[in-house]
Nanobody
Framework: QVQLVESGGGLVQAGGSLRLSCAAS????????MGWYRQAPGKKREFVAT????????YYGDSVKGRFTISRDNAKNTVFLQMNSLKPEDTAVYYC?????????????WGQGTQVTVSS
């Protein structure tokens, strides 16, 4: 069982940066792939990024590629999402995810979400 708690969301102007954090509980964190999804009002849930257990592989959604960076610290059971060059269309609730398998399939574990709002 893995529990995930996001933090770091907030209001930022277009062109700015935010860093999201996700604290995970459970001894299996270091063996899990971790990721981020987002959902804007009235829109479908969208894959953002994922990282494998060793940080040797990452994968990004097309809309954030080159602007967002996912990373993790297994010693601190934490995964991060550095978001740069933010755009109003990045406004959404961002969810941290975890799964035993590194893939872009639907993850097994989800956090409660943190709101990111980008003003124009």
């Amino acid at each position: 069982q893995v529990q995930l708690v996001e933090s770091g969301g907030g209001l930022v102007q277009a062109g700015g940066s935010l860093r999201l954090s996700c604290a995970a509980s459970g001894r299996t964190f270091s063996s899990y792939a971790m990721g981020w999804y987002r959902q804007a009002p009235g829109k479908k849930r969208e894959f953002v990024a994922t990282i494998n257990w060793s940080s040797s592989s990452t994968y990004y959604g097309d809309s954030v590629k080159g602007r967002f960076t996912i990373s993790r610290d297994n010693a601190k059971n934490t995964v991060f999402l550095q978001m740069n060059s933010l755009k109003p269309e990045d406004t959404a609730v961002y969810y941290c995810t975890g799964d035993p398998i590194f893939s872009v399939g639907t993850p097994r574990y989800w956090g409660q979400g943190t709101q990111v709002t980008v003003s124009s």
